[in-house]
């Protein structure tokens, strides 16, 4: 049983506004037709970055591995794919709280099969980016709600996902997609 990761109690929301200063990307910066295609930038590195024997391995005690960053860009994938459709679909729409903490420990991240992870980050990216690609004219406005009361559009909301992606990829050392 790997030892237990602080739980991330940060409000990231603010990432929507300005450069992040710690992984240095700038959602802010990123237009709704340029979503998918960074989406899928983002993914790319994870078949490599899972690909190593000892993706697996904990840098440190207090830091995921590879594979538990891996396992919760997965997630991120699929949770912010339903709050898009969501969003498209309802007005107004009100997202369900994900706990992240509580889903890498539910779903035991750091004993996941790595290749297996790989494809689902790629499948699941795939399929966000192929939804935004879709998003048009208004729909871009359209509002959601975070059970913490953060508001989203649809732009917005892309660009806190593309954010995470991003951030986790810092995470583990790999290149930030460029915008």
Not at 31 to 47: E, N, Y
Not at 95 to 101: A, G, I, P
Not at 151 to 174: R, S
Request: aromatic share 8%; net charge negative.
């Amino acid at each position: 049983m790997a030892d237990a990761i602080a739980p991330d109690t940060k409000d990231w929301t603010w990432v929507i506004e300005r450069r992040c200063p710690e992984c240095g990307f700038d959602a802010s910066q990123v237009t709704g037709d340029q979503l998918g295609a960074l989406i899928r930038a983002a993914a790319d590195p994870w078949t490599r970055l899972l690909a190593s024997p000892d993706a697996n391995v904990r840098d440190t005690p207090d830091k995921w591995s590879r594979l538990e960053y891996g396992a919760h860009v997965r997630d991120v994938c699929r949770v912010f794919d339903d709050r898009l459709t969501l969003m498209l679909t309802t007005d107004d729409a009100v997202f369900e709280n994900w706990d992240q903490d509580a889903a890498a420990e539910a779903g035991n991240y750091a004993l996941e099969d790595p290749l297996a992870v790989a494809d689902a980050i790629q499948a699941g990216a795939g399929a966000l980016a192929d939804d935004y690609d879709e998003v048009r004219g208004d729909a871009w406005q359209r509002r959601g709600l975070r059970s913490n009361g953060s508001h989203f559009t649809v732009l917005t909301l892309g660009q806190y996902c593309l954010h995470d992606l991003a951030h986790h990829l810092h995470d583990v050392g790999a290149q930030v997609p460029e915008r």
